[in-house]
């Protein structure tokens, strides 16, 4: 059997929201890994990432060539900016909730995401609960503009 590369995340923000949220899938994730957090507190970045990398800068963690995949979880008014920097160096994203401030900054992350071929994703489980398509799904059909492309 062929050995699975891990998927090496990036963390953006080290609070409570990252340590409840995906810290604990990621950890038990047999193809995922957490590579490196960026925090502007050393400590709480070592709590998720005691083995891993540390970066005091949210640009240093993006400059990183080994980071694949970045987890933005800081206050929703730094959301766009970081996800528009994270795709442009490469990475895909994953963001907590809210995408942006309003619907023209997730239309402008949502280009970006296009014009670099990056996966850029809301961390919201309910997209995905059978509850949820079940009330969706009509309005797909209404509008097929709004159908989800990943």
């Known amino acids: 059997m062929d050995k699975i590369e891990k998927l090496r995340w990036g963390f953006i923000g080290a609070g409570g929201i990252a ?17 490196a957090v960026a925090s502007r507190d050393r400590v709480k970045a070592e709590t998720i990432s005691p083995n891993g990398v540390i970066y005091t800068s949210y640009d240093e963690l993006l400059a990183d060539p080994k ?5 933005i979880s800081l206050p929703n008014s730094l959301h766009l900016p970081l996800a528009i920097n994270a795709m442009r160096a490469g990475k895909h994203v994953l963001c907590e909730k809210s995408l942006g401030m309003n619907a023209a900054e997730v239309e ?6 296009k014009e670099t071929d990056r996966i850029f994703v809301e961390a919201s489980w309910n997209r995905w609960h059978p509850r949820s398509k079940s009330q969706l799904r009509p309005k797909f059909e209404e509008k097929p503009s709004l159908r989800p492309t990943a």
């Open 108 to 113: 402008e992350a949502i280009a970006v995401s």
């Open 67 to 71: 980071v694949e995949a970045v987890y």
């Open 19 to 35: 340590k409840k949220a995906l810290y604990p899938a990621i950890s038990k994730s047999n193809v995922g890994e957490i590579y």
